[in-house]
């Protein structure tokens, strides 16, 4: 089957979703099989196209993606960030998926070999390679940890993004699938530049190869943990922040933050993916950050300081006032500050919050949009200021 066929026929299936055709009608009266594609996964590709524009924008108008395909591939940013730092002349993708982040490879690199066991999620990786106008990616549809396999891959990088299961509550390296142990046993003879996408919640503990362990923040949130391993690794670990490309390493200088209840001039909010990596007293000495911690926890971090400073893993507001936490006193000291629209930037269950903003916003009439963030029984009213 040809990319454009394909093409055709999923945006065929789009138009009738669009339309408000049910999945039933769809499959059993609307569409036909492929020699390649059931009906069931020519819907299901359909779909991902749809959903696939909240990560890659109008490009997945043109894109192909499965189910798993779209949930563990990776952003557009992050994937051409790891292809620059894994530029060399040839560079084995060994779990390539639906092909996205071998697709950033091969921008960066001089060949790529793209190896894929599902042989309908390898057709898509090579009809996205079309999309974007590559031949130099050598597709293999096989199991990667065979020794067929591994003795066909002639590479100065090997690169591996396991799938895994989603509603797995721990993460280990031998759950995901390849297993990155059995992947290393493999490829360890062929190069020492072994790389893995692993899992962002997995604990360190469980990460039993020897690597550097990069996270990765998109916007401010963490998004992906990378293990590079041999001539890869350059330090134990390390946060980049995309897509700034800002980075922070266990080697940076560390500064012991105290944790106190007085806020100063400004707040400066941190980014989570800090607080994953445990480097967050390494940006504060990278920084020479002058001030104190007012809230340490895994979702938000919070500091105070009287200075200035710029950082893509920090978010830094002026601090208009504090009073009690009620909702009396804040209405109260919100007309004072002419505010009108309220962000509650705190714990709060999602079930709850729109009426809680309600009642803190009704009745208010002013100009200014301000952010409210709770420590204990204080409530903190602050401006994000521009970087």
Known sequence: MKRREMDRIINGIVRLIRKGYSRGMIISEMIDDTDIFGKEKLFEIAKCRIRGKRKFGKLAEKLFFDEDGLRYSTPPEVAMYRAKRLRYETIADVSCGVGIQ???????SERVIAVEKDPVRLKLAQFNAEVFGLDNIEFING??????IAESVKADVVFSDPSRKPEEPVRYLDT?????????EVY??????????????ISKENIILDGEKEYTSLNFRLNRLALYMG????????????PSEEKVTDR??????????????YLYEVDPTLHKAELLENLMGKLEFDGHALMVSRRRTLLTSDEVYESAFLRRYNILATCKFDVQSL??????LDVGKVTLRMDIDPGKYWSLRNEIE??????KKIHLFRIEDKALIAERESS
């Open 231 to 242: 001539e890869l690794k350059s330090c134990d670990t390390s946060a980049i922040s995309i």
């Open 331 to 336: 209405k109260s000291t919100l007309r004072k």
């Open 143 to 148: 199991d990667a940890t065979s020794k067929e």
């Open 362 to 367: 009704k009745d208010l009439a002013g100009e």
């Open 176 to 184: 995901l699938n390849p297993s990155p142990v059995k992947i290393y």
């Open 188 to 201: 360890s003879r062929i190069t020492s530049r072994i790389a893995f996408e692993l899992p962002p919640q």
């Open 102 to 108: 071998a697709i950033y490879f091969a921008m960066e």
């Open 252 to 265: 940076d200088k560390r500064v012991e933050i105290k944790k106190e209840g007085r806020p100063l001039l």
